[in-house]
């Protein structure tokens, strides 16, 4: 079992930086893929970047290539989100998922996922 806990969200303006965190419980922690995801209103859920258990490999989606980084710390069970150079159409819940998997393969493997972090970009 795994539990997740983002924090870092908030009201920020264009172009800003903000960092999310994902704190998780649970001893498979280190062992897991993670992602974060992100959802605005009236949007599907949209994968915004990837990692493997050991921070070997990351993945990013389109939208975030070159802007967004994903890193992990295994010794505190956290993994994070650097964000910069922010738009308006960043703005959507951002949500940290753990994966079954090692590797991540796709957001199928996701079992675990956090309540979810707003980050709101303003123009």
């Known amino acids: 079992q795994v539990q997740l806990v983002e924090s870092g969200g908030g009201l920020v303006q264009d172009g800003d930086s903000l960092r999310l965190s994902c704190a998780a419980s649970g001893r498979t922690f280190s062992s897991s893929a993670m992602g974060w995801f992100r959802q605005a209103p009236g949007k599907e859920r949209e994968f915004v970047a990837a990692i493997t258990w050991n921070g070997g490999s990351t993945y990013y989606g389109d939208s975030v290539k070159g802007r967004f980084t994903i890193s992990r710390d295994n010794a505190k069970n956290t993994v994070y989100l650097q964000m910069n150079s922010l738009k308006p159409e960043d703005t959507a819940v951002y949500y940290c998922?753990?994966?079954?998997?090692?590797?991540?393969?796709?957001?199928?493997?996701?079992?675990?996922w956090g309540q979810g972090t707003q980050v709101t970009v303003s123009s």
């Open positions: 998922a753990a994966s079954k998997r090692a590797y991540y393969r796709d957001v199928g493997d996701m079992t675990y």
